[in-house]
């Protein structure tokens, strides 16, 4: 069973960046398809990015393509999210998930939360106007 630790958020201005990290522990990392979500006061979550398990292959929400990256680095069992241009409506608090899919193709990524299993504790992020 693996646990994720989040770290990286804070408070940005509008137009600025943040790196957020994801931390794994209890599990293969290379194992596990990645996946970020957010979830704003009084909404519901919402997919941000996902990433594959081998790295090679990663989706994202309309809402960020273009600003957002995610990343994977297999070696330091971290998933990285960076945003870049933030804007106000990016604000919320930024969870990150993990499903085991080593019986699935390495190519696999996973956009909904209710495929993930695993989920980090959140890490807030504002970004002022």
């Known amino acids: 069973q693996v646990q994720l630790v989040e770290s990286g958020g804070g408070l940005v201005q509008a137009g600025g960046s943040l790196r957020l990290s994801c931390t794994a522990s209890?599990?293969?990392?290379?194992?596990?398809?990645m996946g970020w979500f957010r979830q704003a006061p009084g909404k519901e979550r919402e997919f941000v990015a996902a990433?594959?398990?081998?790295?090679?292959?990663?989706a994202y929400a309309d809402s960020v393509k273009g600003r957002f990256t995610i990343s994977r680095d297999n070696a330091k069992n971290t998933v990285y999210l960076q945003m870049d241009s933030l804007k106000p409506e990016d604000t919320a608090v930024y969870y990150c998930?993990?499903?085991?899919?080593?019986?699935?193709?390495?190519?696999?990524?996973?956009?909904?939360?209710?495929?993930?299993?695993?989920w980090g504790q959140g890490t807030q992020v504002t970004v002022s106007s």
């Open positions: 998930a993990a499903e085991y899919r080593m019986l699935k193709p390495s190519t696999v990524v996973l956009i909904t939360p209710k495929e993930y299993d695993y």
């Open positions: 990433v594959s398990r081998s790295g090679s292959s990663t």
């Open positions: 209890g599990g293969t990392f290379s194992h596990y398809a």
